[in-house]
């Protein structure tokens, strides 16, 4: 199958109703890291379906704008990763494809509460409200059959399986154990931003 990547939402509903094989779905906000590489790889040996790993950086995500300016941007590495370690396909959509000036259609959904203000969600206000909204509009445009998830991210792995059983949702959660550095620490797109010091406190 010839490597593709799709930037317009137009062009990954077409490339969809286009696929003859089911698709995995490996969600990313770039700056691939080895927890992202077992992700991709680990869909890659699971089944033959395709996988596609989306590139999205989501403002909703960030409640300081200073963060998400600051959040590392290394696409076209991301690229060579993704297709060196089994995707057969990359979306990278802009801003305005995800979320389209003045469309009603398009729902900005809440995590529940019960599971989201406890633990991270105290500190990072609406982060898992962002979280929900653009997982469920990926799900909704690619209509994948498996979503590949990691457990570092524990709290957004139940908040994001609660949301399936929530929304009916026909895709089925894979989740994979922490991939860790040398030095213990998991990695993660934050953690370049951290120094030795910093690690070993």
Not at 76 to 88: E, L, M, P, T, Y
Not at 131 to 155: A, F, H
């Amino acid at each position: 199958m010839k490597k593709v990547i799709i930037r317009k939402t137009e062009e990954i509903e077409n490339w969809r109703r286009n696929t003859k094989s089911e698709i995995n779905l490996i969600p990313t906000m770039g700056n691939l890291h080895d927890g992202h590489i077992k992700l991709i790889s680990t869909a890659k040996n699971d089944n033959s379906n395709i996988n596609l790993v989306s590139i999205f950086i989501n403002p909703l995500q960030f409640d300081n704008k200073l963060d998400l300016e600051n959040y590392p941007k290394t696409i076209d590495n991301d690229i060579k990763i993704s297709f060196s370690n089994g995707a057969d396909a990359i979306f990278i959509p802009s801003n305005e494809d995800i979320y389209p000036p003045n469309n009603k259609n398009i729902k900005f959904l809440k995590a529940p509460k019960e599971l989201s203000s406890t633990l991270c969600g105290l500190n990072r206000v609406g982060h898992f409200d962002g979280v929900c909204t653009v997982v469920y509009r990926l799900l909704n445009l690619i209509k994948p059959k498996n979503l590949y998830l990691g457990e570092k991210d524990w709290q957004q792995l139940l908040i994001l399986k609660n949301l399936v059983i929530r929304k009916k949702l026909n895709v089925s959660i894979k989740s994979i154990p922490t991939q860790r550095d040398f030095d213990g620490i998991p990695f993660s797109s934050r953690n370049v931003h951290l120094s030795k010091k910093t690690k070993e406190n």
